[in-house]
């Protein structure tokens, strides 16, 4: 990404998860050493783009912000679909998407940071500057 060789997108928030985005409903739950994805975000900028997709899921759906990850998804993982470019009233040379992870199975090193329940504390700590 810092070559310019890949698009990324930081995929969050949910149909019903916006502000309040302790209530994704997005989760990946471990299977051996991968990662089972499962859910629906929406409104992602670079979503029809996007090499890369940092999702933010639940890791342990029991917990709110303490149970919240980031998790990385490379574009050509089978299971992950590219949904509608939403229409919107300006920035048209930016794309904003539905996107859909259903049974996507990643590797556990695709963990951001390599510590489960961190990905809140990451997203208050890196948001500000983006
Ligand atoms: C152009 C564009 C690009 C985007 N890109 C991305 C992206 O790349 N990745 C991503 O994850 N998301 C992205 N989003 C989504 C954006 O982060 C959400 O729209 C935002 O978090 C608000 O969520 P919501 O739309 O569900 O609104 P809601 O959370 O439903 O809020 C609706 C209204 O209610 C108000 N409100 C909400 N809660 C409260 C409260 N407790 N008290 C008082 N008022 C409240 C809000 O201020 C707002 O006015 C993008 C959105 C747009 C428009």
Redesign the pocket.
């Known amino acids: 990404m810092a070559r310019g060789e890949a698009i990324g997108?930081?995929?969050?928030?949910e149909p019903a998860?916006?502000?309040?985005?302790q209530g994704i409903k997005t989760r990946a739950i471990a299977d051996g050493n991968h990662y089972v994805i499962n859910g629906q975000?929406?409104?992602?900028?670079?979503?029809q783009l996007a090499d890369i997709v940092i999702v933010?899921t639940k890791t342990d759906p029991d917990e709110n912000a303490k149970g919240m990850s980031l998790v990385l998804v490379e574009g050509d993982r089978e299971g992950f679909a590219r949904g509608r470019n939403l229409e919107?009233i300006g920035?048209k040379a930016?794309d904003?998407s539905e996107l859909f992870f259903n049974d996507v199975r990643v590797p556990m090193t695709n963990l951001l940071g390599g510590e489960e329940g961190q990905g809140f504390v990451q997203l208050m700590q890196q948001l500000p500057q983006e």
């Open positions: 997108a930081i995929s969050m928030t998860a916006g502000s309040d985005l975000k929406v409104f992602i900028t670079n979503g933010v919107k920035l930016q904003t």
